[in-house]
């Protein structure tokens, strides 16, 4: 079975510039889930859909950050503009269901750095 | 209340046991978990307990819950060289869907 896809791995952009992330989660999982976990923290929840609606966006800074999951499949998190505190590795999870029976398989993250 | 405090740093010769410990405030927690980094990668689930239980044993992990003192371990027997690695405690409540993580534990296993 193949796991939690995210692309890219790095990325390094200049402040105020935009960046795109992507998630591929695994097949048949109706909940996505974004992280952003900053050096030396754990991660933190920005985000969480079940299929193509958002659960949870009570901690996504909506002024510059925005995800969709259109299809209910691939899920996109974007920023805009970037700022130095953004630095981090965003984390995409996925789990069968939502609820704490379930367990949330994640991907190799993204680390962003903003210069 | 979803503040989750775990010491930063272990090291731990091979062989010997590992403990890593985790403390938690919301008493409301009903799932308690342990997680992996290694480094590159993605996090792993290790290992999860139930509130209402005290002790969970998994081949060389054992997971002790103290719910009283809302406090977390985690112990791993005969550590070796491929268990160095971040280990996160997270925690989630009855009606949550999100988990809170606390800040990670640094395992280095040193020959």
């Known amino acids: 079975e193949a796991g939690v896809a995210q692309s890219p791995r790095y990325k390094i952009i200049e402040k105020r510039q935009s960046v795109a992330f992507w998630c591929n989660p695994i097949?048949?999982?109706?909940?996505l889930y974004w992280y952003q976990q900053i050096l030396g923290q754990g991660p933190k929840l920005l985000i969480q859909?079940?299929?193509?609606?958002?659960?949870?966006d009570s901690q996504l800074p909506k002024d510059r950050f925005s995800a969709e999951r259109l299809k209910g499949v691939d899920s996109t998190l974007k920023i805009q503009p970037a700022k130095l505190e953004d630095s981090a590795v965003y984390l995409c999870?996925?789990?069968?269901?939502?609820?704490?029976?379930?367990?949330?398989?994640f991907g190799p993250g993204t680390r962003l750095t903003v210069l | 209340g979803e503040d989750v405090e775990q010491s930063l740093f272990l090291s731990v010769r091979e062989g010997d046991s590992s403990v890593i410990n985790c403390t938690y405030t919301?008493?409301?927690?009903?799932?308690l978990y342990w997680y992996k980094q290694e480094p590159g990668a993605g996090l792993q689930l290790l290992t999860y307990?139930?509130?209402?239980?005290d002790m969970k044993q998994d081949q060389r992990l054992t997971v002790l819950l103290n719910k009283k003192d809302k406090h977390l371990s985690l112990r791993i027997a005969d550590t070796q060289t491929g268990d160095s690695a971040i280990y996160f405690c997270a925690e989630r409540g009855p009606n949550d869907y999100k988990l809170s993580f606390g800040a990670g534990t640094t395992v280095t296993v040193r020959a």
């Open positions: 999870a996925s789990s069968l269901m939502a609820g704490p029976g379930y367990e949330q398989f």
């Open positions: 097949s048949g999982h109706a909940t």
């Open positions: 307990i139930f509130s209402n239980m």
């Open positions: 859909f079940q299929n193509n609606g958002v659960v949870d």
């Open positions: 919301d008493s409301s927690s009903t799932y």
